[in-house]
T-cell receptor, first 112, second 113 residues
Framework: DTGVSQNPRHKITKRGQNVTFRCDPI?????LYWYRQTLGQGPEFLTY????????KSRLLSDRFSAERPKGSFSTLEIQRTEQGDSAMYLC??????????FGDGTRLSIL | QKEVEQNSGPLSVPEGAIASLNCTYS??????FFWYRQYSGKSPELIMS????GDKEDGRFTAQLNKASQYVSLLIRDSQPSDSATYLC?????????????FGKGTHLIIQP
């Protein structure tokens, strides 16, 4: 199965620490998306890449959050100085041009 | 602000019956509409996409879109216990579905054996 792959699956960290998540999209999907989902809510859009270009960022993406997709393949999402409110499932999705998005299994972040 | 509204449920339906899930959206510029299924602790899985007014059928699933009423629905025929999940409605302005999706909170569907 060559679906969207996310690592790690779970991350537990202390408040104030930095964390980084990785997403490997389905091969040949040039579009890559990051979302955040908390319990009882639908996913909330964070940011979107087309190839290596970051084309859209939600206002939810504070200056503590940064995302990269340096070679247009995998992407990383970094959260600096984590806060309790950052605890959530971080979902990555990918799609080819003009096609629906397919999601990975997510990274669950817990802030102690 | 773009909003997508869904009844959170739970919606309880007997096995073999038709489950009807509804969604309204506030952004009249929305062009692409999706239904995702999410099992507890799992990621969203695409069920249906619809881009033009009317009905679209795929197996036991039918999506219905009415842009004038800003309304999207999903019908599940011959409901099975395995259909028990949260169903998320998502919309986007981009005609090809390229932009970030705006999701509703989801409807929790329970199929009673």
């Amino acid at each position: 199965d060559t679906g969207v792959s996310q690592n790690p699956r779970h991350k537990i960290t202390k408040r104030g620490q930095n964390v980084t998540f990785r997403c490997d999209p389905i091969s040949e999907h040039n579009r890559l998306y990051w979302y955040r989902q908390t319990l009882g809510q639908g996913p909330e859009f964070l940011t979107y890449f087309q190839n290596e270009a970051q084309l859209e960022k939600s206002r939810l993406l504070s200056d503590r959050f940064s995302a990269e997709r340096p070679k247009g393949s995998f992407s990383t999402l970094e959260i600096q100085r984590t806060e309790q409110g950052d605890s959530a499932m971080y979902l990555c999705a990918s799609s080819p041009a003009d096609q629906p998005q397919h999601f990975g299994d997510g990274t669950r972040l817990s802030i102690l | 602000q773009k909003e997508v509204e869904q009844n959170s449920g739970p919606l309880s339906v007997p096995e073999g019956a038709i489950a009807s899930l509804n969604c309204t959206y506030s952004d009249r510029g929305s062009q692409s509409f999706f239904w995702y299924r999410q099992y507890s602790g799992k990621s969203p899985e695409l069920i249906m996409s619809i881009y033009s007014n009317g009905d679209k059928e795929d197996g036991r699933f039918t999506a219905q879109l009415n842009k004038a009423s800003q309304y999207v629905s999903l019908l599940i025929r011959d409901s099975q216990p395995s259909d028990s999940a949260t169903y998320l409605c998502a919309v986007t302005r981009d005609g090809g579905g390229a932009d970030g999706l705006t999701f509703g909170k989801g409807t929790h569907l329970i199929i009673q054996p």
